[in-house]
């Protein structure tokens, strides 16, 4: 079966450095990808990792360890609008998509 | 256009009616998914068509009901629904290239109430 643990709930202040943790337990990688969705809102994609390393996009950055089963995203120089919900994914045979739970963000001021 | 749209965005029926959720994109795509997403939880995939086929039914009830009458829109028919059936129903494509990379697009979707 295919399961994606992440943490609930992250706060952080504007400018912080923020890392969103994921492992996996998956028949068949095809790779990690990671979503954001703000509230009320459609999910949009962020990045993607098929192999072990960074992809950095911006202010994002995700990483994967396949070996470790471990993947994370990392938010920099926060702002106000990337308070929104994160999701890890991953995509079997078939284009299913499996999301973890969600990393609901929080930025303060 | 990298847009997937959704009609409507709010939808609020009894238990004895019939309603149809649409779902419309205009990139080529020739894969097209129904998620369910009930608050604060992750979507879960309902269904997939690809190439117009209906390739995976996640064990959904058949009250409700999928349709693909083209590669751009793909409607979800629903009736006799549950209230538990209250969520946001979210529609996404993707070119279905085979490749590990193929990038699922999402709509806004339609919050339905189920009276």
């Known amino acids: 079966g295919q399961s994606l643990e992440q943490p609930s709930e992250v706060t952080a202040v504007e400018g912080a450095i923020v890392q969103i943790n994921c492992t996996y337990q998956t028949s068949g990688f095809y790779g990690l990808s990671w979503y954001q969705q703000h509230d009320g809102g459609a999910p949009t994609f962020l990045s993607y990792n098929a192999l072990d390393g960074l992809e950095e996009t911006g202010r994002f950055s995700s990483f994967l360890s396949r070996s470790d089963s471990y993947g994370y995203l990392l938010l920099q120089e926060l702002q106000m609008k990337d308070s929104a919900s994160y999701f890890c994914s991953h995509k079997a045979a078939g284009n299913k998509l499996t999301f973890g739970g969600g990393t609901r963000v929080l930025v303060k001021p | ?115």
């Open chain 2, 1 to 115: 256009d990298t847009e997937v749209t959704q009609t409507p965005k709010h939808l609020v029926m009894g238990m004895t009616n019939k309603k149809s959720l649409k779902c419309e994109q205009h990139m080529g795509h020739r894969a097209m998914y129904w998620y369910k997403q009930k608050a604060k939880k992750p979507p879960e995939l309902m269904f997939v068509y690809s190439y117009e086929k209906l390739s995976i039914n996640e064990s959904v009830p058949s009250r409700f009901s999928p349709e693909c009458p083209n590669s751009s829109l793909l409607n979800l028919h629903l009736h006799a629904l549950q209230p538990e059936d209250s969520a946001l129903y979210l529609c996404a494509s993707s070119q279905d290239s085979g490749l590990r990379t193929d990038t699922q697009y999402f709509g806004p979707g339609t919050r339905l109430t189920v009276l």
